[in-house]
């Protein structure tokens, strides 16, 4: 009850901290503002993509590809087991465990994606690196070492120890696809844009390509493979982010006090923000535009959605089921914890990196530049590889693009990688071996059902992929943290540390939590909705003619700009959301305030009411074996 103590006061402590940094104010964010507040000048000046080298380019992913492939192969001889496949044997050391945690949790969304916040919104981006980077001390303190005390493979064997296996494997292989599956479903979808913006590789190729190869590396590799992919890519990854940041560094003389007054002074992040975050169209006597780009608000307005984020950012992380599966690739539950304490460090590091190229992409490349290749700020990283090169040899800039795009490729393959091998477990091990099979199923059977369920997961994404290209897919990352928060986490908490926890509560955890939590997602605003589109293009259709309409010419940029409304606004008029609603039901982007406590209060209260006797007492030794390892490996010294 200690570590459950501890678990809800470090989600309510995340959710306190995000609201007391974030002042009660409320911006419009640039999709709402009419673009053409950023001014004529900054506009031609901006690049409209970034241009990659492909000779070097493709040279750079060729070498990539041949590095992975070469440890599939390697792992290919030895991966012999379900143990072998599933676990890598359990024969990963803590510090290599730590390097691939790394590597999973550091996807291309953190490394493109939080840089491209900060370098728009300043310091309301960094508050998703606090909330990942503290969601690993919930993992820490409460999952790491219970879990590789379970001795198994899927977070199926950890829930069903104690309980009825077959209703139990069945409800949370369904938990873990439905995770696994949105997550990679967003991944893949990143993937096939990036490769498209960068190099020009058609959307469905690009995703074709990352589906094979992932399928290969799981199929063949399994976990050993999936591992060393992963720990190569965490190196990679670091490496580039620390060189980046030396030539930022370097840019201020590698003095902190500098780079932040020099992001405080610059003009066109004084403009940014004035013009476009905050709309004062006559700048305000007195007031630091500069300096607020440094103060939190700009982007996290909503109180209550704060909250709600904060909770799914610390609180998910522990029910991932592609990082609880780490857990057991180590020997014993000391590796565990170190390998946690080492993930931290490198995650800790890497998004103090991507804070700092964030400001200094703000910095050297402005905001509006950011904005007008990708309105996201995802490709802030890559114009900033390639002007701090280009200023040294214009084939370092070149190459650092190159680099880059290669890393970014190699973190998809990882982290789409530690999906696949995820839900095919879920669907392998728990469903077909434990619920189908009854448990009765030798090694070859098991491996072959294993390498089966990830070629059918791999084109599954691959499908979906290609499917919602024209989709947004910001509401599949909100599912797989919602789902794996308010389904996944409640259940396996209160079956490690609730006695009167029971078959019952664990179904219905699982049920309710995850439906609720998908039900939220689907009528919150992650969700496309046409009119609520066609609305903000009316208003800068109406704010453009009005001002042509007074006598000012418009700009070529605004012409089109007033065009591209006008087809947009036609376009998604008479439109409704895939769940056919006008505007959201559902006010929060992130249902995880409402679904996590919903997903506990079900599986407490349906423990309660169907208590089991037999189970309740089964807890003793579940909680002798997740505390000191008896039963599993040598006990640990405390």
């Known amino acids: 009850m200690k570590r459950l103590t501890l678990f809800v006061a470090l989600a309510l402590c995340m959710g306190v901290l995000m609201v007391s940094l974030t002042p009660d104010v409320s911006i419009a964010g640039p999709e709402s503002a009419i673009a053409s507040a950023i001014t004529a000048q900054a506009k031609a000046a901006a690049p409209t993509k970034v241009e990659a080298n492909r000779t070097i380019t493709i040279a750079m992913f060729l070498f990539i590809i041949a590095i992975t492939l070469g440890v599939v192969v390697w792992a290919a001889s030895r991966t012999k087991t379900t143990a072998d496949f599933y676990a890598a044997r359990g024969a990963i050391t803590g510090t290599q465990n730590g390097w691939a945690i790394a590597g999973d949790y550091m996807s291309a969304a953190s490394f493109l994606g939080i840089a491209g916040l900060i370098s728009l919104y300043g310091y309301d981006g960094f508050m998703y690196s606090v909330g990942w980077l503290v969601a690993y001390v919930t993992v820490l303190l409460i999952v790491a070492e219970p879990c590789r005390n379970a001795d198994k493979f899927t977070m199926g064997d950890i829930l069903s120890f104690r309980s009825n296996p077959k209703p139990v494997r069945a409800a949370a292989a369904i938990s873990t696809v439905a995770v696994s599956t949105f997550y990679l479903s967003a991944q893949m979808v990143g993937a096939g844009k990036l490769m498209e913006l960068l190099i020009g590789i058609p959307f469905k190729m690009a995703i074709s390509g990352v589906g094979a190869l992932m399928i290969i590396y799981v199929v063949f590799g399994g976990m050993i493979a999936t591992t060393w992919v992963q720990i190569i890519k965490a190196g990679l990854l670091m490496t580039g982010a620390t060189v980046l940041c030396v030539m930022v560094a370097a840019k201020a003389g590698f003095n902190p006090v500098q780079f932040f007054s020099d992001v405080a002074t610059n003009a066109q992040i004084k403009e940014w923000v004035q013009i476009q975050l905050l709309k004062d169209a006559i700048p305000k006597e007195g007031f630091d535009y500069g300096q607020r780009f440094l103060e939190p608000g700009l982007l996290l307005k909503d109180v209550w959605d704060q909250i709600s984020l904060g909770m799914a950012l610390v609180l998910g992380t522990a029910g991932m089921p592609h990082i609880l599966m780490r857990f057991f690739t180590v020997p014993t539950a000391q590796a565990a914890r170190k390998s946690v304490i080492i993930a931290m460090f490198i995650i800790g590091t890497f998004y103090i990196l991507t804070t700092l190229l964030g400001f200094g992409s703000a910095i050297n490349v402005s905001p ?226 409402v679904s996590i406590p919903v997903g506990f209060l079900a599986a407490m209260i349906f423990a309660l009411i169907f208590r089991s006797k037999k189970e309740e007492d089964a807890f003793d030794e579940l909680y002798v074996r997740q505390n000191t390892g008896v039963g599993v490996a040598k006990a640990i010294q405390h």
Not at 423 to 449: F, L, M
């Open 368 to 593: 509006q530049i950011i904005y007008a290749v990708d309105k996201g700020g995802n490709m802030a990283n890559m114009l900033l590889a390639q002007m701090l090169g280009n200023q040294i040899a214009p084939f370092l800039g070149d190459f650092l693009l190159a680099f880059l795009c290669a890393v970014a490729f190699a973190t998809i393959l990882a982290v789409v990688s530690g999906l696949v091998l995820a839900a095919s477990a879920a669907i392998s091990h728990d469903i077909y071996v434990n619920v189908i099979k009854g448990g009765h199923a030798d090694q070859s059977e098991q491996i072959r059902a294993a390498r089966i369920t990830s070629v059918i997961v791999g084109a599954v994404a691959v499908i979906i992929g290609i499917a919602a290209e024209r989709q947004n897919v910001a509401h599949l990352v909100a599912l797989a943290f919602a789902v794996a928060s308010s389904g996944n986490l409640p259940v396996v908490v209160l079956s490690l540390f609730w006695r009167r926890f029971n078959t019952a509560g664990i179904v219905a955890g699982l049920i309710i939590g995850t439906v609720v939590s998908i039900s939220l997602v689907l009528v919150s605003p992650n969700m496309i909705y046409p009119k609520v589109v066609a609305a903000g293009a009316q208003k800068i259709v109406t704010a453009l003619e009005a001002k042509e309409k007074g006598g000012t010419t418009l700009t070529d940029v605004e012409k089109a700009e007033l065009a591209k409304a006008k087809a947009q606004y036609l376009d998604n008029k008479d439109g409704t959301s895939i769940m056919g609603l006008d505007k959201p039901w559902f006010p929060l982007k992130n249902p995880g305030i």
